[in-house]
């Protein structure tokens, strides 16, 4: 499976660091400046964004595989994958990629994709990207010794325009 003809850009840290915070911050200015944006999350734990007792819930306990379930206003399938975890690939290829000007992508920090690496000095966590030649840059609340493309973690139109600039490059190859 390949991967989709639109950017893809994750932001890679460490537990604790901030990447929900920060991409819920730039969501609304990506959304200003008129960019269509999904976001992949990746979560290391097992979840149920399903409300026990609905319908929808019941069925799905009950043993449906796959449970569509739509209103007026939005649909979420849910697909149950006891096996094995699906493929990165895979999940990219669940969006609509033709409303789409950028896949963002929170966690994934170990597979290979264009990241952005958040750091904050607090964490006390090591950096990334000494081992992750898959970082393109760092928002970091402090320097780190690299010649990496830097902006302030706090600086959300900073690292607005640094995606923006992502898509410009990537449209432009």
């Given at each position: 499976m390949t991967r989709p003809n639109i950017p893809v850009l994750g932001f890679a840290a460490y537990s604790g660091?901030?990447?929900?915070?920060?991409?819920?911050?730039?969501?609304?200015?990506?959304?200003?400046?008129?960019?269509?944006?999904?976001?992949?999350?990746?979560?290391?734990?097992?979840?149920?964004?399903?409300?026990?007792g609905k319908d929808s819930y019941r069925l799905r306990k009950a043993?449906?595989?796959q449970m569509l379930l739509a209103s007026g206003k939005r649909h979420v399938?849910?697909?149950e994958t006891p096996e094995e975890e699906v493929s990165f690939e895979?999940?990219?290829?669940?969006?609509?990629?033709?409303?789409?000007?950028?896949?963002l992508v929170e966690?994934?920090?170990?597979?290979?994709?264009?990241?952005?690496?958040?750091?904050?000095?607090?964490?006390?966590?090591?950096?990334?990207?000494?081992?992750?030649?898959?970082?393109?840059?760092?928002?970091?609340?402090t320097h780190a010794d690299s010649s990496l493309p830097q902006m302030s973690i706090n600086d959300i139109?900073?690292?607005?325009?640094?995606v923006t600039d992502f898509i410009q490059t990537f449209n432009s190859k």
């Open positions: 660091t901030g990447k929900t915070t920060l991409l819920e911050a730039l969501l609304p200015v990506l959304k200003k400046r008129g960019l269509r944006v999904a976001v992949l999350k990746h979560a290391h734990h097992s979840f149920d964004v399903d409300t026990p043993g449906a595989d399938l849910m697909t895979y999940l990219l290829s669940r969006f609509d990629h033709s409303t789409l000007d950028i896949i966690g994934c920090k170990n597979l290979s994709f264009p990241k952005v690496e958040l750091h904050r000095e607090e964490t006390s966590t090591p950096w990334l990207y000494p081992q992750d030649k898959d970082i393109i840059a760092i928002a970091s609340d139109s900073a690292i607005c325009d640094f």
